[in-house]
Structure formats: C-alpha cells, structure tokens
C-alpha cells in the first residue's frame, strides 16, 4: 500500500533562518506531488504542484520555494522565513485512479515563526 | 479557472440530529467531488466521494448528493456523534492531472452532546 512521510513534524524557526521540509511516497511511481498550506483555522491553500522530476509549478508567489530531486521526494524550502510562514505544512499525493484522482495527505508539519 | 464556495462556514448540531454541508462549483468540467474530514491538529482524510456521472452515493451515516445541472454537492451526515466534530472540506477537481483540484474554504461542524 502507500503511504507518505513527512517531516519533521513540528519546529519553531526565527524570522530570517532558514526552512527545509521533505515528504516522501512510498509504494506507488510516478505520482503527482503537491504542497500545501494552512493557516490557524483557515482552508488549505496550494502552494506548489509537480507531475514529475524537476517539474514544479507555483501557485502563489511567495518567498517559498519547492524542488523534486526524485520521483518520490518533494521538498520545501525558504532561505529567509517571515512571520506571515507560520502555519500547518501539508505534503500530499496522487495518481490518476479509475474512478478518482484522489489526493492523500501527509501527516503535516506545524511551523511557527519567531 | 475552478472556484468552490462552501456552507454554511460554521454549524452546530444537537447529537443524533442530521448536518448538511453544501457546496458549489464554478467549472463545469469537473466531475470528481471528494470530501474530507479534518480532526483538530491532524491531516485531512477522504471520508467519502463521487463522480459526476453518479447522483448520490452513500456509506454509512455519510452520503453526498451531486447536481451537476446546478453545479452543486452536499455532504449529510445522519445520527450525528461527537466524534463527527471536525472541519469538512469539499473540493472539486477534472480527472487529469491534480492542479485543477480546488477545496472548498471549509465548514467546522459542532455536535453537541
């Protein structure tokens, strides 16, 4: 079966530091990988797509940045957090499905900002 | 491109009372509509789907309902127990490649003992 691991799971950056978050897939090739992001009690905003190694697409211009360095890896990164990062980080994936192109969610990383 | 538009944002149910959650779409290729449930501090997890070329589609306590003419599906759950307490996500998506996946902005359903 498949499953998706992300990490860490929680982690307090000060502002300007650095932020390097991985997820990786397990059990499945070639799948679709995406990030999100959601504020305290807000929805789920997408920040990054990708269909394949090295294929990125970003969907809000941010001081955020995404890279797949393999099939089942998505990366995301920041050389310099703002405050307005904190947040709940959500790695996810999906395959195109008989009947669905489901996404499933990793665990999630809560990232505050000091 | 999609948009999807979700009500009510919050709702408050006696326990044993049924919840409706509506929502609708913008882009009329759509036809992939999945619901999820959202704990407090966890992931969002599927509870339950439906394809355009079905009108309702039922698991338990749980079915959705899709009217593709007026673009618009919802989400009933009946008998409703605490552990339903959580914020419910629709979203709407085109059976190709997953960027056109859309979610709703979110309801967070209470159920009151």
């Known amino acids: 079966s498949q499953t998706i691991h992300q990490w860490p799971a929680t982690l307090v950056q000060p502002v300007g530091s650095p932020l390097s978050l991985e997820c990786t897939v397990e059990?499945?090739?070639?799948?679709?990988l995406y990030w999100y992001r959601q504020a305290a009690g807000r929805g789920l905003q997408l920040l990054f797509y990708?269909?394949?190694?090295?294929?990125i697409s970003s969907e809000v211009p941010q001081n955020l940045s995404a890279s797949r360095p393999q099939d089942r890896q998505f990366i995301l990164s920041s050389k310099k957090l703002l405050l307005s990062d904190s947040g709940f980080y959500l790695c996810?994936?999906?395959?195109?499905?008989?009947?669905?192109?489901?996404?499933?969610f990793g665990e999630g990383s809560w990232l505050t900002v000091v | 491109g999609e948009n999807v538009e979700q009500h009510p944002s919050t709702l408050s149910v006696q326990e044993g009372d049924s919840a409706v959650i509506k929502c609708t779409y913008s882009?009329?290729?759509?036809?992939?509509f999945p619901w999820y449930k959202q704990e407090l501090g966890k992931r969002p997890q599927l509870i339950i789907d439906?394809?355009?070329?079905?009108g309702e589609k039922k698991d338990q306590r749980i079915a959705v309902t899709l009217n593709k003419t007026a673009k618009h599906f919802s989400l009933h759950i009946t008998e409703t127990q605490p552990e339903d307490s959580a914020v419910y996500f629709c979203?709407?998506?085109?059976?190709?490649?997953?960027?056109?996946?859309?979610f709703g902005p979110g309801t967070r359903l209470s159920v009151l003992p």
């Open positions: 996810a994936w999906s395959v195109i499905e008989e009947f669905g192109n489901t996404i499933y």
């Open positions: 059990g499945t090739s070639n799948p679709n």
């Open positions: 990708s269909v394949g190694i090295g294929q």
């Open positions: 882009d009329s290729a759509s036809n992939y």
């Open positions: 439906i394809r355009s070329n079905v």
């Open positions: 979203a709407a998506s085109v059976d190709n490649y997953g960027q056109n996946f859309v």
